[in-house]
């Protein structure tokens, strides 16, 4: 069976898994406007933008050959765990024939959960099963430290895209390795490959730091989110996401009682604004924001995809938090428009609002 | 001490608990007025624009009472009325989004937090600490004024059950009105009837609405609505489906659709709906989906904030119309 799941972040992890356990797979294409429209046009109006273009690229995937789709079925009360029910009738009633197969947190619904291991585990063994769900925990976790580091290099580097055609290889370096010790070559090269990038020496005093927060597929998707990294990379400043696949797995796959503490200190510090999870990110997304305040950042991006339930709570609060703290933070709404120049307009502008405000306190 | 209830969201739902807890501790209740074109605007000018409707309107109730000279104003926080399920996000953050959006309301307001197994929300009031300390209610007023409320509300339930409109069901209950001069929405011999979907501050809000439900009476149709239903029949549905949507009134109204698809004396439903709405649109597009499967029509009207009156008329007669001869045409074909 032909295998595809959504587009999100860095999607070579979970072909990797796939493809361990002997799966044809299909890997969607990039989103891209094509992707975009096609979800604009297949969804509801006012379903939220991820919803959307999840729904583009899982029509895209099908065009490729997929037959069946492999979907988290997410949590909480937002209404990422119903986006399957909506996809899969929408598709239904487009007359494309595909299977869903649902994984909800083990720890939510363990027996499902197994079950769906069963579907996708073909014949290997259980310990082939657990070793490579070992494996690409460390790829994750390894694409990560590679990741934050691109994110600040970039910012300094001295050939315009040199940082992103790096991040670029890495990618497909990690993508070839399948034991252990090609992992580590990999990660290993990577590291190297980002030693060579030439920078340009700025005075700490100097350098900006903005950080990005928001709801998690726009914060995680390049292609969709503008590449938001990029352009403040380009115009010199530092980033820092919210959110990495490697956390997020330790918050959401892993059990209750370890590795949560960096979420929940989080979501405490952003009690005094939402005092209970309301669904989605938006506790988290003001938690970061305070966060980022605390830890010397010079801004904020908050992304807000297009009917986002909990972000358009936080994106209420934010202007209170900005004059409480006074930590600026832009809100960039992310639907099919944008990525225009006017946001990119409104990024410089935030940006140089922040050096503005810089320079007038070293001086 | 007077306490402002705004006459949006909910209150159509738990306005009679409300009204009797507090009056019974002692309090003078004040309610807005029914929603107005200048209650709308206020909303809007203290919201971000992509926000949906209904809760504009809210906003512009509670800046209503902000005006006038109350001592408190009642913003509930409702979580959850039934277990692993929650409300839409906007309902969670609601007292959150006000207090850091409004200038100096945060200690005028009331924000108890409700989280309840059912419907009924009693549960939630019997902990002294609900007010945060702002209201000094002694245990024993507090439990007597709980049970009271509740009586009431649950008599407004079994009103609502009859077919009453939330506020034929409210006036019934407090003797206001007789049951004469009420006619039940889903009078039974009314030829033709219609399954309306919508959450309570839409469908009852005149203003939002346009006053579909007596624009439909009017036509002489009947209507059923989710909070006619037993809670028996809204589970019985949900229960079927692998995966419901999370937010309590959603999954009541997607149960309430596939009821009355399935229910012989519903003839098509309409589905009442703001702008701006996920779970709506949601929910719509499944219904929407589905309606041939039962060969019932479905008709979406949705709502903004300046929906022309005229327009809505002509849609809803000509669905009417449609059904109407849809219903002549099988009648002779049996
Ligand atoms: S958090 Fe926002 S974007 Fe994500 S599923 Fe919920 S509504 Fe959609
Ligand atoms: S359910 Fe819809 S209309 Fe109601 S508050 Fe949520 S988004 Fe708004």
Redesign the interface.
């Known amino acids: 069976m032909k295998v595809s799941f959504p587009y999100m972040g860095t999607t070579v992890v979970y072909k990797k898994l796939l493809e361990l356990l002997g799966h044809e797979v299909i890997v969607p294409p990039k989103p891209s406007q094509r992707t975009i429209n096609l979800g604009v046009k297949y969804s ?5 933008f991820p919803l959307k273009v999840i729904m583009g690229s899982y029509i895209e995937a099908i065009e490729k050959g997929a037959e069946v789709i492999i979907t988290s ?1 997410g949590h ?4 990422a ?2 986006y ?3 996809h899969s ?2 598709l239904q ?1 487009e007359n494309h024939d595909v299977e869903f197969i649902v994984f909800d947190s083990m720890f939510r619904n363990f027996k499902g959960f197994f079950r769906n291991i069963y579907r996708i585990k073909q014949n290997n063994s259980w310990y082939k099963v657990s070793q490579s769900l070992l494996f690409v925990y460390n790829m994750i976790k390894k694409l990560d430290i590679l990741e934050k580091e691109v994110e600040t290099i970039r910012a300094y580097e001295i050939r315009k895209g040199e940082t992103t055609r790096a991040w670029e290889k890495i990618q497909d370096l990690f993508d070839k390795a399948s034991t252990k010790k090609e992992l580590e070559g990999a990660f290993n090269k990577g590291t190297q490959l980002l030693r060579e990038i030439k920078q340009e020496k700025v005075h700490d005093s100097n350098k900006i730091r903005i950080g990005i927060v928001g709801e998690i597929y726009v914060v995680m998707e390049a292609s969709i989110n503008m590449k938001i990294e990029e352009i403040l990379g380009s115009l010199g400043a530092e980033v820092e996401r919210s959110q990495y696949l490697s956390q997020w797995i330790n918050y959401n796959v892993t059990p209750k009682f370890i590795n949560r503490t960096h979420e929940m200190e989080i979501l405490k510090k952003g009690e005094k ?4 999870p ?3 990110h ?1 506790k988290q997304t003001v938690g970061h924001i305070v966060d980022f305040n605390e830890r010397g950042f010079d801004g904020v991006i908050h992304l807000m995809p ?5 972000e ?6 934010i ?3 900005t004059e409480e703290l006074g930590i600026p933070v832009l809100t960039l ?1 992310i639907d099919e428009q944008a990525g225009t120049a006017n946001s990119l307009t409104r990024i410089e502008a935030f940006l140089d609002l922040i050096q503005g405000k810089k320079s007038k306190k070293i001086s | 001490m007077k306490i402002g209830i705004p006459q949006s969201l909910l209150y159509e739902y738990y306005y009679l608990f409300w009204k009797t807890y507090f009056e019974e501790l002692g309090f003078e209740v004040v309610t807005t007025p029914p929603t107005t074109k200048g209650i709308i605007d206020k909303g809007v000018k203290l919201s971000v624009p992509e926000i949906c409707v209904p809760i504009k309107v809210y906003i512009g109730h509670v800046a209503t009472l902000l005006e006038e000279d109350v001592d408190y104003i009642f913003v509930p926080r409702f979580v959850s009325i039934k277990k692993g399920q929650f409300f839409c996000p906007k309902f969670m953050g609601l007292p959150d989004m006000l207090r850091y959006s409004i200038e100096g309301i945060e200690e005028k307001l009331l924000m108890p937090s409700i989280s309840t197994k059912s419907d009924n929300i009693a549960e939630a009031f019997k902990d002294p600490k609900l007010f945060q300390g702002k209201l000094n209610i002694g245990m024993k007023d507090n439990k007597r004024a709980v049970e009271k409320a509740e009586k009431i509300w649950l008599d407004f339930r079994t009103n609502s059950k009859k077919g009453y409109s939330c506020k034929e069901a409210a006036e019934i209950t407090v003797g206001n009105v007789g049951k004469e001069e009420c006619v039940p929405l889903n009078k039974e011999e009314v030829n033709l009837t219609i399954g309306l979907i919508g959450y309570v501050y839409n469908v009852y809000d005149a203003f939002i609405s346009m006053d579909i439900v007596n624009k439909l009476r009017n036509m002489g149709v009947s209507i059923k609505t989710f909070e006619m239903l037993e809670d028996d029949e809204i589970n019985k549905e949900l229960k079927d489906m692998s995966k419901t949507l999370f937010w309590t009134f959603s999954d009541k109204l997607l149960a309430a659709g596939y009821h009355f698809y399935k229910n012989e004396e519903v003839d098509g439903l309409i589905h009442v709906t703001a702008f701006g709405c996920g779970p709506d649109s949601m929910l719509g597009k499944l219904l929407e989906l589905d309606s041939p499967l039962y060969n019932k029509p479905f008709m979406t009207v949705r709502i903004d904030e300046h929906s022309g009156e005229n327009h809505l008329q002509t849609r809803i007669e000509a669905f009417v119309d449609m059904l109407k001869r849809k219903k002549i045409n099988v009648q002779r074909g049996a």
């Open positions: 509801p109006e006012f379903a939220c079925g909480g009360p937002c209404r765990g119903f399957e029910k909506v009738k929408i009633a604004y939402i005092p209970i309301i669904g989605g938006a297009f009917a986002c339930l909990p358009l709570v936080s994106q209420s609060i202007p209170k938090i709404a």
